[in-house]
Each structure stands twice: as C-alpha cells, then as structure tokens.
C-alpha cells in the first residue's frame, strides 16, 4: 500500500482534489443558484419598475408641497396619500418577504406553496378593498382597474398569475412571478396616489391662464398727445390666496382674481396711484412685491356742462 501510495501519489492528490471539488460545487450549487437569482431579481425590480417607482415619489413629494403650502384644502388629500404609500409598503414587504423565505433557504425554489399562494392572495385582496374607496367617485374607471388586478378572485385579468406561481416552471420563472406582483402593487399605488395628486391642482396663482393688460402712463390725454403704454401678458387666477393688492398702502379686496379700486376724486389735478401686488410662494413662503405707479388726469369740466 505504501509502495503504491508512493508511486501514484501525485495522481491520488489530483483525483482528491478534484472530487472535493466536484462535492463543493453540487453542494453548494443551489446556494450559488439562488444568489444569482437573488441579484438578477435585484436587477430586474431595478430596471423593470424603478420608473414606476420615481413616479410614485414623485406624486408623493409633490402632494407633500401642496399640502404644505395649502393645508386647509390639501390636508384631507395628503392623509390619505400617507395611508396608500403604507398600504402598498405593507404588501410590497409581503412579497419580500416570501422571496427571502424561499431564496435564503440555499434552496432552489420551482413554485410557491400554497400557503404562500393564499397569503399572497390575502394581501392582494386586502390593498385592493383598502385602495379603492381611498380614490373616491372621481375616478371610476381606477378602481375597477385596480380590483382586476389585485383581487385574487378576478376572471377578467390573469395578474397577478396564481397558477403559474403554484406550477413547477422552474426557479427563474418563479422570480419572474414574483417580480410582477412588486410590479402590479407599486403600479397600482401609483394610480391611487396619482388621483390624489389630482384633487391637490389648480393652486394659486401657478396654476391659471394668461391675460393682456394694458398699462397707461396717463388715463386722460389731449388731442395730439402722445399715448405711452405699456402691453404685456400676466397670469390670472380665479384663485387668489397668495396674493395681495394695495393702492396708496391700503388693502384691496380680491373677488375672481382681480382687485377692482374705486374712488371719486373731487378736484382736477393728476392723482398718482401707487399700486403694490404682493404675491406669496405657497411653497417658500417667500414674498416677493411688485410695484408700479400709475396715473390719473383729472380734468376741469367743460363750461356749459355739469
């Protein structure tokens, strides 16, 4: 035995090493599986919904704006904005955590069972019933789309795909299963809190439509006078509370976005209008004035007329 250790010991080493690591690797072969399906889901969710998800925050931080700048109208929408964005974290962890159940295990994974089938479907149901009376009746065609997509009991869509998540299809058609549930909770949160968004617009002088004025340096002239105006567009808004008007520093009301002045001057002369409009960021809080003074001719009556 020595004798035959000592001739072919070199071809022993080789044949050990080899089979360890041949063992290693058909030991470790799910483990190295799962990882790289692990980082190829991580890629995927990266790039199949990571639109979606900017636009989610997107909605989000604009409503957050809004309801900063407007609490009064904005705060009902902005809580339950807060309320979709835990609804939809809540069954997005869901999910996470059935990948990690089924991927941390070093187990390569072909189908859900079916307990993790019904809690998947419990949850679906349960964001669906959550979400759609949150949308409220101004958009109709949402909720019925969201329940088609969520509601483990819709015909008339196959999302979320519950058969095919319960077949052996194989581990890479398993992860792809479950990336399209991720996929259709974020989809549908950006639905939902794209209406709300909806409910925060028009607001104050950002939103509108714009509106020549003519600006006159004299409101009377003479025959053969020159008339020196200025023209030019500005934004009007029905909506007005972040402005505010002064004539001679005194307030002027504001009613469907225009301050009306009237006064009665009871001697001829020209009178100077010094006019201040103070508009609010609703965002900042910022108050930026502008100014301009305006003139008005008042002139001697005509003799023979009253």
Known sequence: ??????????????????????????????????????EEFAESSRVGFGHVERLFNYYYDKIQKEADA????????????RQIRKLIEKAEETVRDVIKARYAEGRIVHKLSSNEIDTLKREFSVLADALVPLLGDDAPQWPQWIKQTLHSDSVAYARPNWA????????????????????SIRTAGVIAIGTCYQETQPQGI????????????????RPGELFDADFFLTEYSTRTENLAVFVNDKP????????????????????KLDVRIDLKNPYTKQVKPFSKIFEVLVVEPCPGRE
Do not use: C
């Open 1 to 38: 035995m020595a004798a035959f250790f000592k001739k072919y010991r070199r071809d022993v080493v080789y044949m050990v090493v080899i089979l360890g690591l041949v063992g290693w690797i058909a030991i470790d072969y799910p483990g190295k599986l799962n990882r790289a399906l692990i």
């Open 206 to 221: 950002i939103e509108g439509f714009w509106m020549p004025v003519m600006s006159a340096e004299r409101s009377v002239l």
């Open 164 to 183: 095919a998540l319960s077949s052996d299809l194989g581990p890479k058609q398993a992860a792809v299963g479950l990336l399209n549930l991720a996929h």
């Open 252 to 271: 002027v009301a504001i009613k469907d976005g225009l301050a009306n002045y009237r006064h009665r001057f009871d001697k001829p002369g020209v009178y």
């Open 70 to 81: 407007f609490p009064e109208k904005n705060d009902a929408v902005w809580a339950r904005t």
